[in-house]
T-cell receptor
Framework: GAGVSQTPSNKVTEKGKYVELRCDPI?????LYWYRQSLGQGPEFLIY????????DSGLPNDRFFAVRPEGSVSTLKIQRTERGDSAVYLC????????????FGPGTRLTVL | KNEVEQSPQNLTAQEGEFITINCSYS?????LHWLQQHPGGGIVSLFM???GKKKHGRLIATINIQEKHSSLHITASHPRDSAVYIC??????????FGKGTRLHILP
């Protein structure tokens, strides 16, 4: 079956612009996670959805970042007024149940803010 | 001090060598994950464990809850094992914390 997919694979934008990054989890997975990975670093947790609700959004760096998962499947990570420091690979993962289940990662979206 | 520490940060070895990557953590956990990240960024989950030992092919993961330590071993290493190996823990407060990864390079 299909794995986790993310679109776009690459996004280049200008400072101050708004971007949306999409994640399609594995069908039937109730848990969805967003991470951010800067060059040379391990992934950094951003937000965790259980179903439609954000169970833990403590990793979102500030209020420019927002994520939704309105129907409990596809999720969109939204970044307002992008800054150069937002440049990173944004990774999405899903798991069948909660955080102790195996997570399956998508290929990531490489965001570059010029 | 990071809550999840991995060692070594970088490791170069010859094909066939036995590889050990270590992970120490300082928080209470419900599970520990080992992930593999290849050049280009794709991440694959290798193991999720909360006690004891797991084996999959040439990969073995162990965890000692009392010592807050886990190891990932690769037997008969091969150049295709070259990747970044990341340790992550699911804390008891449900937070997920990642180590910075160990970059492994296996020479033919």
């Amino acid at each position: 079956g299909a794995g986790v997919s993310q679109t776009p694979s690459n996004k280049v934008t200008e400072k101050g612009k708004y971007v949306e990054l999409r994640c399609d989890p594995i069908s039937g997975h109730t848990a969805l996670y967003w991470y951010r990975q800067s060059l040379g670093q391990g992934p950094e947790f951003l937000i965790y959805f259980q179903g439609t609700g954000a169970a833990d959004d403590s990793g979102l760096p500030n209020d420019r970042f927002f994520a939704v998962r309105p129907e409990g499947s596809v999720s969109t990570l939204k970044i307002q007024r992008t800054e150069r420091g937002d440049s990173a690979v944004y990774l999405c993962a899903s798991s069948l149940g909660g955080k102790t289940d195996t997570q399956y990662f998508g290929p990531g979206t490489r965001l570059t803010v010029l | 001090k990071n809550e999840v520490e991995q060692s070594p940060q970088n490791l170069t070895a010859q094909e066939g060598e036995f590889i050990t990557i270590n992970c120490s953590y300082s928080v209470g956990i419900s599970a520990l994950h080992w992930l593999q990240q290849h050049p280009g960024g794709g991440i694959v989950s290798l193991f999720m464990l909360s006690s004891g030992k797991k084996k999959h092919g040439r990969l073995i993961a162990t965890i000692n809850i009392q010592e807050k330590h886990s190891s990932l071993h690769i037997t008969a290493s091969h150049p295709r094992d070259s990747a970044v190996y990341i340790c992550a823990v699911s804390g008891r407060d449900d937070k997920i914390i990642f180590g910075k990864g160990t970059r492994l390079h296996i020479l033919p």
